[in-house]
């Protein structure tokens, strides 16, 4: 969000006689959030994020319309970042949309997105900090659908010392909601995501951080 809310007032205080823009606008970055408890950024939910592009649109930009001549939404795609979380930033995710999506596809056409991503109401995790190598976690997702359509849960591990998706080191048994995982043999920090998928292109992102130590 940054200096958008101060931004009209600073401009009429510098008394500039052209109009400005917003370069990029998006939800709080890793520098504005609260820490977890293992000292790693809370990423924002998908819902606060999409209630973000929202505010920053209508509040910041709609509202000084003349004044400002619109805005960028921010988007970097999990191709390209790996600050603190895959996931952080983007309004897609492997070409799948996000909540964040409908809300600047809202914005920029007034009109609703054809089919809803998914929300996901709770991600669970049972044990997160000091957690011996080949411990067991229990995993509990919950989420809805507006369309009511069939939604598909998969989990993965991001390396936080390496910046790579794990494929082998933790083992996933089960499927769907509830599962259980085994962690790896070796120490680190990691992130846990949870995708929720609808099968319209559409999909939720969750996450959180685990700390293995021996």
């Known amino acids: 969000m940054g200096g958008m809310p101060v931004a009209y007032d600073e401009w009429k205080a510098a008394g ?11 939800p709080h970055g890793p520098w504005e959030v609260p820490l977890d408890e293992n000292a790693q950024p809370i990423e924002p939910t998908d819902a ?4 973000a592009y929202l505010k920053n649109w209508q509040n910041y930009i709609l509202k ?16 390209m970042t790996t600050e603190s979380s895959i996931t952080w930033w983007g309004l897609t995710y492997e070409k799948l949309k996000k909540p964040s999506f409908g809300a600047v596809y809202t914005a920029y056409t007034g009109k609703e997105v054809p089919n809803n991503a998914p929300v996901i ?24 659908d507006k369309e009511g359509d069939i939604l598909n849960y998969e989990y993965r591990v991001f390396d936080l010392n390496t910046n790579n998706f794990l494929k082998d080191d933790f083992e996933f048994m089960g499927d769907g909601q509830d599962i259980k995982c085994e962690l790896p043999s070796r120490e680190g920090m990691y992130r846990i995501y949870g995708f929720v998928t609808d099968g319209k292109g559409n999909v939720a992102t969750i996450n959180k951080t685990i700390s293995v130590v021996k």
């Open 16 to 26: 500039v006689e052209i109009p400005y823009i917003f370069t990029e606008y998006g």
């Open 48 to 51: 606060a994020k999409k209630a």
């Open 64 to 79: 000084y319309k003349g004044f400002n001549l619109g805005g960028f939404a921010f988007h970097l795609t999990d191709l």
């Open 121 to 144: 109401l709770d991600f669970e995790i049972s044990k997160t900090k000091n957690l011996k190598p080949g411990e067991i976690v229990h995993i509990s997702t919950k989420a809805s």
